[in-house]
């Protein structure tokens, strides 16, 4: 799936582009991934283990998402370079179609900017022109209070907490939020 650019002005008023990302991306979007990870607890894997993807497998997924009927992914670009992107997936299967799950990451110097904002913006709108969507769906780790706040706003509401779901590398145990959002 696509989303055409479409340019928007941050809350420091700086301009910034969402669009779905182009296959020439890819090299950025492993390196983000893998900063992220390194910047926070609340990404399920740790940067080093995203050593074994390398560029052609973000080619292929940026390639498969731009074919899918199931998949879209909006990154945010500024300046020409993306800084973050959010994904959603609207389950395929008979029992399932009636949901979609949400990702999203961006790189820490530009958290709190209003990219998750915008990019949460146009994913529910993407989502209620979907025919036969009624439940977005995502998960967060617990102590991501950024993340609860941006989600909250966007009226989705935890429904159930799966205990333990990660265990940090200092022994420390997350447990996991799983949010919905009926649209
Ligand atoms: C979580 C994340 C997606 C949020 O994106 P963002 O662009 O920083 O979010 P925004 O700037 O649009 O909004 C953040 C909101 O959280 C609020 N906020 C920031 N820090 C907060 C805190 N410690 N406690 C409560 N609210 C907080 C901000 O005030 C803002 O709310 P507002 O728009 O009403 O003022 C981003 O920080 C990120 O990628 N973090 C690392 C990876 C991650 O956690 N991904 C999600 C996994 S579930």
Redesign the pocket.
Same mark, same amino acid.
């Given at each position: 799936m696509i989303f055409e650019a479409k340019e928007i002005i941050l809350k420091n008023g700086i301009k910034a582009i969402l669009k779905t990302p182009e296959i020439t991306d890819a090299e950025t979007f492993l390196n983000n991934i893998r900063t992220?990870s390194g910047e926070?607890d %609340?990404?399920t894997r740790y940067a080093e283990e995203w050593e074994s993807f390398t560029v052609e497998d973000e080619e292929k997924w940026i390639s498969d998402n731009r074919k899918s009927k199931n998949n879209l992914v909006i990154a945010c670009y500024i300046d020409g370079k993306a800084v973050?992107s959010c994904d959603i997936t609207f389950f395929g299967d008979m029992k399932t179609s009636h949901r979609a799950g949400i990702g999203?990451?961006?790189i820490e110097s530009y958290?709190?900017? &209003?990219? &998750?904002?915008a990019m949460f913006s146009e994913l529910i709108k993407f989502a209620k022109e979907h025919k036969g969507t009624e439940i977005l769906e +995502?998960? %967060?780790l617990e102590g991501?209070?950024? &993340?609860k706040? +941006?989600y909250e706003?966007f009226g989705f509401k935890t429904v159930c907490v799966k205990p333990k779901i990660c265990k940090l590398k200092d022994g420390t145990y997350q447990d996991l939020f799983y949010m919905q959002k009926e649209i």
């Amino acid at each position: 799936m696509i989303f055409e650019a479409k340019e928007i002005i941050l809350k420091n008023g700086i301009k910034a582009i969402l669009k779905t990302p182009e296959i020439t991306d890819a090299e950025t979007f492993l390196n983000n991934i893998r900063t992220a990870s390194g910047e926070t607890d %609340y990404l399920t894997r740790y940067a080093e283990e995203w050593e074994s993807f390398t560029v052609e497998d973000e080619e292929k997924w940026i390639s498969d998402n731009r074919k899918s009927k199931n998949n879209l992914v909006i990154a945010c670009y500024i300046d020409g370079k993306a800084v973050g992107s959010c994904d959603i997936t609207f389950f395929g299967d008979m029992k399932t179609s009636h949901r979609a799950g949400i990702g999203i990451a961006i790189i820490e110097s530009y958290w709190n900017m &209003g990219i &998750g904002s915008a990019m949460f913006s146009e994913l529910i709108k993407f989502a209620k022109e979907h025919k036969g969507t009624e439940i977005l769906e +995502l998960e %967060y780790l617990e102590g991501n209070e950024r &993340g609860k706040a +941006l989600y909250e706003k966007f009226g989705f509401k935890t429904v159930c907490v799966k205990p333990k779901i990660c265990k940090l590398k200092d022994g420390t145990y997350q447990d996991l939020f799983y949010m919905q959002k009926e649209i």
